[in-house]
């Protein structure tokens, strides 16, 4: 088991590892915005084909 201290000791460098890691580039929020809307798409889309499978269904 790890002492208090050391379990410290870990726990402050892995806040301090995580407080430096650098904000997102440009291009990655780019993209993360493309798949967003994307897979919104992709959704809306099922929904959709969803929607026309009940209404062919049930006349």
Not at 16 to 32: C, I, M, N, V, W
């Amino acid at each position: 088991m790890l002492s208090k201290k050391l379990a410290r000791k870990y726990y402050l460098e892995r806040i301090y590892a995580e407080s430096r890691k650098p904000d997102y580039t440009e291009e990655e929020l780019r993209l993360q915005k493309e798949r967003a809307k994307k897979l919104d798409d992709y959704v809306e889309k099922l929904r959709r084909e969803e929607q026309e499978e009940l209404k062919s269904k049930h006349p």
